[in-house]
């Protein structure tokens, strides 16, 4: 069975730090791309990071672009979000997804598998 659970969520002060983890099982994440989106209430899911098979390339929203940054662990099938410098625009229950094939890697419709998010709250 194919789960991607994330985990570390949680309430989190503007400048401090936050890292979301998700652990993926029912498949090995090594060819796959792994990538978060967010979604703010109100407003459609989006794109904010993304990681390549090999953690070689790494692809970001420009508003969170040396602020955020992603890994993945292809031994441990893990992928993490470490969010330093939260603002409050950040807020917003954030998804891990798995893209097989060759799709651009923002494309949401083409992702196979998702998560069921993790809150994050950034206050002011």
């Known amino acids: 069975q194919v789960q991607l659970v994330e985990s570390g969520g949680g309430l989190v002060q503007t400048g401090g730090s936050l890292r979301l983890s998700c652990a993926v099982s029912?498949?090995?994440?090594?060819?796959?791309?792994m990538s978060w989106f967010r979604q703010a209430p109100g407003k459609e899911r989006e794109f904010v990071a993304g990681?390549?098979?090999?953690?070689?390339?790494?692809y970001y929203k420009y508003s969170v672009k040396g602020r955020f940054t992603v890994s993945r662990d292809n031994a441990k099938n893990l992928v993490g979000l470490q969010m330093n410098s939260p603002k409050p625009e950040d807020t917003a229950v954030y998804y891990c997804?798995?893209?097989?094939?060759?799709?651009?890697?923002?494309?949401?419709?083409?992702?196979?598998?998702w998560g069921r998010g993790t809150q994050v709250t950034v206050s002011s």
């Open positions: 997804a798995a893209l097989s094939g060759y799709d651009p890697i923002k494309s949401m419709s083409a992702y196979r598998y």
């Open positions: 029912g498949f090995t994440i090594n060819n796959y791309r």
């Open positions: 990681v390549s098979w090999s953690n070689s390339n790494t």
